[in-house]
C-alpha cells in the first residue's frame, strides 16, 4: 500500500479554513477581498473558505500575497493546495471506487483513529463481499423501486472492499474500534454460510494490534438506559489540525459534520457504549464460540444467529463473573 495521504477533500476544507483565518487576521471582508485581486465571481472566495471547489494555486497565491503570510507558511498551504486538487492521483490507492464508498474512503484516508456504532448492521470496514453483497443488492433492490437505482451491485461491493486494506496498512494503520450489537448477527442478517465466514473474518480482525471490536448484549443496560438513535463514525486524523469529523449514517442519506457540540454528545454516547459492552478478549470468545456453533450439524436451523444464551461477562472491579444482560 502507499503512505496514507489526506483526502483531496479533506485538504480542501483545511485550506478553506486557513484562508478564512488569514483573511479575518488582515481585516478584510469577502467582498473587499474580491474586489482588490479583480475575481468576477463574488462566491468564488466563499466556495474556497468553505472547502466546496477544487482550488487553483495561482489564485491561493494571489489570496496569500494579500493577506501578507509568511515564506514557511505560504509553501505550507501551497503544498496542501496542490494535495487538495489531486483527486485523480489520490484514487490510484484504490483498484476501484463509487461515489457511494468515495465519501467514506475521502474520511477514512489519513485518519489515525476510528471509532464506529451501527446498531443494524456490520460496519463496511468490517464486512466480508458476501455479506456486503447482501446488504448493497437489498438497498440497490429498494433504489430500483424508488426510481435511482446508483451504481452496480457488484462495482459497490469491490470498492467496499478496496477501503478495507486501510486495516491492515504498514504502517500507519489507525487505531480502529466498532461497537457491534449482538443482534446484528442474527438470522435475519443473511444465510448461515454467510453469517459465520463474517464470523471468521471478524475473529481474523479482531487479532489485529489496531483493531479493537466490542460485542453490546442485546439485553444490556446502557448508562441510564440511554438507546442510541443513529449509526455513526469519529474520525480522528493523523495531522492534528484537520477537524475531527463526525458521520451520522441515516440508511439512505449521510450526514457529516465537524461541528464540536455534536462530536462530543457522539463521543460521550461512544464511551457509554463501550462502557457497556463486553471486553475486546470477550468479544473474541464470544465470536469464537459462534462461529463454532454455526460450523456444527444443526448451525442453519438452530443457530444461524449465534449463541442463543449471553456468555460470561466479566464485573468491573471484582474477580467474580456474573451472566448479568
Known sequence: MRPAVPSPILRRRRLGTELRRLRELAGLTGDQVIERIGWASASKLSRLENGRSRPDPVDVRDLLALYGADDELREELLSITREAGDMRGWLRNFPVMTQQQRGFAELEAGCAEISEYNPVLIPGLLQTPGYARYRIVSAYQVA???GDPGEDPETEVRARQARQSLLT??????RYTAVLEEGV???RAGPPGVLREQLVQLCELARLPNVTLRLLLRDTRIADWYLPPTAF????FADPLD????AIEGGFTDVMSTEAKALNSYKVA???LCSAALSASDTLSWLIEATGR???????STVACGPATAPVQRRRGSGRLTTDR
Do not use: H, M
Open 270 to 272: 461512544f464511551e457509554w
Open 233 to 236: 463514525s469519529i474520525y480522528r
Open 243 to 246: 477537524p475531527e469529523t463526525l
Open 294 to 300: 454455526l460450523t456444527g450439524a444443526a448451525a442453519e
Open 144 to 146: 430500483v423501486q424508488a
Open 185 to 187: 448477527l442474527g438470522r
Open 169 to 174: 496498512r504498514s504502517p500507519d494503520a489507525p
